[in-house]
């Protein structure tokens, strides 16, 4: 069953470093977007992403953050000087259509910033 | 803005019992609904869509929407243990996958 993978599932990193997760979304997927959920918090929007180019994204979604597609299959989300609070499961998701809600979500990338 | 409340703490129940969910969402504008399941440390996953009002079976589950009270609804039919997870409700305006999360319900089924 395709699925849609992240890396890394972990990442434990230092406040102001940058840091870069990873996804590959299942394959006939044309629209992807990044999640987020804050221990013990809702599963809350980043951002959408649609014919290479941002689509929608939250208040959440700073100068901070980023999102590329660099190769057609990977998709990531760069956070460029990472803060205590963006400690969070950060969750990838496809969908093959924009209407359904239906989105596939990987299995998230836990980032601890200390 | 669109705001998602599911507002009842941990939901326990008998194995072979009916479990029910609510959810209520604050903007008129939400035209799509939906039922994510969460088992702990996973991530979400889709079981129940709902864009009409009244009720949409699938299996066990039972999505109920009602858009004059804005509130949103998920019956878990026979219980099983496999059912324990934390359901989160999610809204959506139609063409638009940008989500709006509920916090979740806890449901633990007792054997």
């Known amino acids: 069953e395709p699925e849609v993978t992240q890396t890394p599932s972990h990442q434990v990193t230092q406040m102001g470093q940058e840091v870069i997760l990873r996804c590959v979304p299942i394959?006939?997927?044309?629209?992807f977007y990044w999640y987020r959920q804050i221990l013990g918090q809702k599963v809350e929007f980043l951002v959408s992403?649609?014919?290479?180019?941002?689509?929608?994204k939250s208040e959440i979604f700073d100068d901070q953050f980023s999102v590329e597609r660099p190769d057609g299959s990977n998709f990531t989300l760069k956070i460029r000087s990472t803060k205590l609070e963006d400690s969070a499961m950060y969750f990838c998701?496809?969908?093959?259509?924009?209407?359904?809600?239906?989105?596939?979500f990987g299995e998230g990338s836990r980032l601890t910033v200390l | 803005q669109k705001e998602v409340e599911q507002n009842s703490g941990p939901l326990s129940v008998p194995e072979g019992a009916i479990a029910s969910l609510n959810c209520t969402y604050s903007?008129?504008?939400?035209?799509?609904f939906f039922w994510y399941r969460q088992y702990s440390g996973k991530s979400p996953e889709l079981i129940m869509s709902?864009?009409?009002?009244g009720d949409k079976e699938d299996g066990r589950f039972t999505a109920q929407l009602n858009k004059a009270s804005q509130y949103v609804s998920l019956l878990i039919r026979d219980s099983q243990p496999s059912d324990s997870a934390t359901y989160l409700c999610a809204a959506s305006y139609y063409g638009n996958n940008r989500l709006a999360f509920g916090k979740g319900n806890q449901v633990v089924v007792i054997p």
């Open positions: 903007d008129r504008g939400s035209q799509s």
């Open positions: 998701a496809s969908s093959g259509d924009s209407n359904t809600g239906e989105l596939f």
């Open positions: 394959s006939n997927h044309l629209y």
């Open positions: 709902i864009y009409s009002n």
């Open positions: 992403f649609y014919n290479n180019e941002i689509s929608e």
